[in-house]
């Protein structure tokens, strides 16, 4: 019998890999060939939190990290933990208010000009950090029936100029679906631009299909992907190869990073983050500060830490290599910037 390995990732399609993600805490810790002790003392808070918001990370991802260190950068990524668990103040369970302007299923209009479109609920990983931890997903997974909605009050306001598929993740959804959005909304007249935000490119690099590429090329829409990594490490020669394949193809490429403690708060980190994207044909675009989601507050950067470390990557970076740092607060018609 043969039995499917790392080694054979490549060879399978994106979902079959989104299919063998690993899910189960302790398996990972044991795939990740940690010493017995270092099982044992992770693995209590690791199950225990992930009854909150679940384990999930797919091969591709996890061959990036180094096995045996439990202070990774992409491990912490994705390792539920204890810290997880402590309530503290200030950290909610709806931090940016977006249940408000969730007026249409599927639809979050907050800032001017651009609405955003919760095209898939899922995502390809589970990062510990995220707001969407608690995000009321049930209540957003609109059929084609509830895209019509969505596209009816896309049609009846002008003002909107750009389209931004978000989620979750939109490259969960297929390529069949995405196609069919992309099409429905290039046929309204006032709507220039659409803009993908996504992990997957980071997360499995093989997402970045022939039929990918065709339905983000092939409408009349100018069309950017702003793709979401959080440390240098992720950019790997897979990464590379799925970039390299959509700056060929003329799309425009943007990072977003989330500022993390413990994980890509240094100086040497962004800078080389920011490098290794510019090697790829992406411009940094922002650095966030952290939405204050209850079971991530671990992971805060102080903001004046965030701005000396903004304010040394600009005196060693040109202009165009530092993203801008922001925070989303809610009720403000755009995110915020810090310097
Ligand atoms: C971030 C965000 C946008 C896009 O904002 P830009 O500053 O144009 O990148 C749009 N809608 C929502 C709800 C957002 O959170
Ligand atoms: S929305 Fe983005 S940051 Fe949040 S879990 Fe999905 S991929 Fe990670």
Not at 151 to 178: H, M
Not at 288 to 300: I, N, P, R, W
Request: one cysteine or more; glycine letters at 4%.
């Amino acid at each position: 019998m043969i039995t499917r390995s790392i080694a054979s990732v490549d060879s399978l399609t994106w979902q079959e890999q989104l299919a063998e993600s690993i899910r189960d805490p302790k398996k990972l810790l044991e795939w990740l060939e940690f010493d017995q002790k270092i099982i044992d003392s992770l693995l209590g808070g690791a199950t225990e939190a992930s009854n909150d918001f679940s384990l999930r990370a797919p091969k591709a991802y996890l061959k990036r990290i180094t096995k045996g260190d439990p202070n990774d950068p992409l491990l912490k990524q994705i390792l539920p933990s204890k810290e997880e668990m402590y309530a503290i103040p200030g950290y909610t369970t709806d931090p940016l208010e977006e249940t408000e302007a969730n007026l249409v299923p599927g639809l979050i209009h907050k800032y001017p000009g651009r609405v955003l479109l919760v095209v898939s609920t899922n995502c390809a990983i589970n990062c510990r950090y995220c707001f969407r931890r608690s995000f009321p997903y049930q209540e957003n997974k609109p059929g084609r029936g509830e895209w019509e909605q969505a596209l009816a009050y896309i049609r009846n306001n002008t003002s909107i100029t750009e389209v931004i598929f978000s989620g979750g993740d939109p490259l969960a959804a297929s390529d069949k679906q995405l196609r069919w959005l992309t099409n429905e909304i290039s046929k309204i007249p006032h709507i220039q631009r659409l803009r993908v935000h996504t992990r997957l490119p980071i997360v499995i690099p093989d997402r970045i299909t022939d039929d990918c590429i065709e339905w983000l090329t092939s409408s009349r829409l100018l069309t950017s992907l702003v793709i979401h990594s959080n440390h240098p490490k992720e950019l790997d020669v897979s990464v590379a190869a799925a970039l390299n394949r959509l700056s060929q193809a003329g799309v425009i490429l943007l990072n977003q990073t989330v500022l993390l403690a413990g994980i890509n708060d240094s100086i040497e980190v962004l800078q080389e983050l920011s490098e290794r994207l510019f090697q790829m044909k992406v411009l940094p675009y922002y650095l966030h500060q952290l939405d204050k989601v209850k079971g991530a507050a671990h992971f805060e950067v102080n903001d004046a830490t965030a701005k000396a470390l903004i304010l040394k990557l600009t005196s060693r970076l040109p202009g165009y290599l530092v993203p801008k740092l922001v925070r989303e607060i809610p009720g403000m018609p755009s995110k915020a910037p810090l310097l």
